[in-house]
């Protein structure tokens, strides 16, 4: 009988860490190289023929996914080729859109939310947009002559 109730508990708290880990919202994005199950990470994708580059921290506190700045951002860069993604155990706040190209950006959010935006760099420098953790960034097109 005793048996039976430690079996019960074991699984009472497993079920319990798996509704937390799906309930915890993700929130801002997590500066550093690693993040955790229960926050989620932040993730970059390129399905453009051209390779575009990740950047490690977004060092602002403020803005959510997709917001872009000329400044807030310091750490590593990752150069992801057609069709790849940052490591799913690493955290990436940043996609960098270069200067004098346009991209174009789909977004997903760990709750569902599913947009795209254009950023248009031409005639201007780089800029950062933020991925809060948990969300997903895509790099579908980038140009250097029209907004895609």
């Not at 009472?12 to 929130?27: D, E, F, R, T, W």
């Not at 690693?34 to 490690?56: F, H, K, Q, Y």
């Not at 807030?72 to 992801?80: D, E, H, K, M, R």
Request: aromatic share 8%.
């Amino acid at each position: 009988m005793k048996i039976g109730k430690q079996r019960l508990a074991v699984a009472a708290a497993v079920a319990l860490v798996s509704a937390v880990a799906v309930v915890v919202p993700a929130g801002a994005a997590q500066a550093g190289g690693s993040c955790s199950s229960l926050s989620g990470c932040s993730r970059v994708e390129n399905v453009d023929n051209l390779p575009i580059t990740a950047r490690r921290n977004w060092t602002c506190s403020s803005g959510s996914t997709g917001t872009a700045s000329t400044s807030c951002v310091s750490g590593g860069t990752l150069t992801i080729y057609q069709n790849g993604k940052t490591p799913s155990n690493e955290d990436w706040d940043v996609v960098q859109v270069d200067g004098g190209w346009c991209y174009k950006i789909r977004f997903i959010n760990w709750y569902g939310k599913d947009w795209t935006v254009r950023y248009d760099r031409r005639g201007l420098g780089n800029t950062y947009v933020k991925v809060e953790n948990g969300s997903r960034a895509i790099v579908q097109d980038q140009s250097l002559s029209s907004c895609p």
